[in-house]
């Protein structure tokens, strides 16, 4: 089935936000800072809550970090009460 042009259009735009925000992501220093935007990005709902689709290790690879790295960014966080987390699920604090 031929996409139509407004479809391909959404498409590439929704591509290129997606490109732009990873690029935005990759460029902070701090692993803390770098796995909370990405959380914050993907995180939806009243709760601001973020289901991870695969592993915490396939993220680490996602934004740069090694997987050593986000577990110790994530206890960081958990310890600041900045976000919780249960396995997979985590739910940001109100900033």
Aim: charged share 25%; glycine share 6%; net charge positive.
């Amino acid at each position: 089935m031929e996409r139509l042009p407004t479809e391909l259009m959404i498409d590439l735009a929704r591509r290129l936000h997606e490109a732009r925000l990873r690029i935005e992501i990759l460029n902070i220093a701090s692993a803390q800072e770098r796995l909370l935007a990405y959380l914050q990005a993907h995180a939806s709902g009243e709760n601001a809550a973020f289901t991870l689709p695969s592993s915490w290790k396939a993220l680490a690879g996602e934004i740069g970090l090694t997987h050593e790295s986000v577990y110790r960014a994530l206890a960081q966080l958990e310890r600041e009460g900045r976000l919780e987390r249960k396995g997979r699920q985590v739910w940001l604090a109100p900033p």
